[in-house]
């Protein structure tokens, strides 16, 4: 998802650029040519801005379920994990939630530390 839309915005960006270049064969005024092409290129900036924060929650989203899915990678997943516990229905979405959200709060610590810990916490 994020090599698509990269490549979008670089695609927006290489046309832009060559649009400013080809319309000054239009007879529009340099003045005219620059105000368009910095209204442009600031709305491309705007949608790299808000699709940088939808990559970075699926980039996250991604690790959640790395590490979760490495941790009980023995057990097959989470779920059979907690229900080989004897949790069924609602108890074990509440403790696959507790287990997302603590990993979802602590992404920055080493991958393999953060396995251990979820290992622990279940």
Avoid at 57 to 77: L, Q, T
Wanted: net charge positive.
């Amino acid at each position: 998802m994020r090599k698509i839309n990269e490549q979008k915005i670089k695609m927006l960006l290489a046309l832009t650029y060559a649009d400013n270049a080809s319309t000054y064969h239009k007879n529009q005024s340099d003045k005219d040519r620059e105000q368009d092409f910095k209204q442009i290129t600031k709305a491309i900036e705007i949608l790299r801005e808000k699709t940088e924060l939808v990559l970075k929650k699926e980039a996250d989203d991604k690790k959640v379920s790395d590490v979760i899915k490495e941790a009980f990678r023995d057990h097959g997943d989470l779920t059979t994990y907690l229900k080989g516990k004897g949790l069924v229905g609602k108890a074990i979405g509440d403790a696959s939630s507790v287990v997302r959200d603590h990993v979802r709060a602590n992404l920055e610590k080493d991958f393999n530390i953060l396995c251990e810990e979820v290992k622990k916490m279940v």
